[in-house]
Nanobody, 117 residues
Framework: QVQPAESVGGVVQAGDSLTLSCSVS?????????VAWYRQAPGKEREVIGT????????HYADSMRGRFTIYRNYHENRSWLHMNGLKPEDTAIYYC?????????WGQGTQITVSS
């Protein structure tokens, strides 16, 4: 079964930038797939960061995420990327990549990002 797989996160300093990647274990991104990035901070509900359509590469962001987060995809590398600028301690969370295909959403296992002040 296909499953998105995020790259390993880690601990960064406030103000740093970090890029996560997402690939598909057991398969590849294709045509009408939509990739989404989410995060869940400690004690908070999971929230969407944004999405990108695989074929067209069209990205959209939650209002609260617009500006410091950029989602893109590399068609030939078959990966999506989440680039984060100016990280803050409140960005500490588990970050997830998802893939929606034929109305089914597949979730990655998530990767922890910790931003220290």
């Amino acid at each position: 079964q296909v499953q998105p797989a995020e790259s390993v996160g880690g601990v960064v300093q406030a103000g740093d930038s970090l890029t996560l990647s997402c690939s598909v274990s057991g398969g590849t991104f294709v045509g009408d797939d939509m990739v989404a990035w989410y995060r869940q901070a400690p004690g908070k509900e999971r929230e969407v960061i944004g999405t990108i359509t695989w074929d067209a590469g069209s990205s959209h962001y939650a209002d609260s995420m617009r500006g410091r987060f950029t989602i893109y995809r590399n068609y030939h590398e078959n990966r999506s990327w989440l680039h984060m600028n100016g990280l803050k301690p409140e960005d500490t969370a588990i970050y997830y990549c998802t893939m929606q295909r034929d109305s089914v959403v597949y979730w990655g296992q998530g990767t922890q990002i910790t931003v220290s002040s």
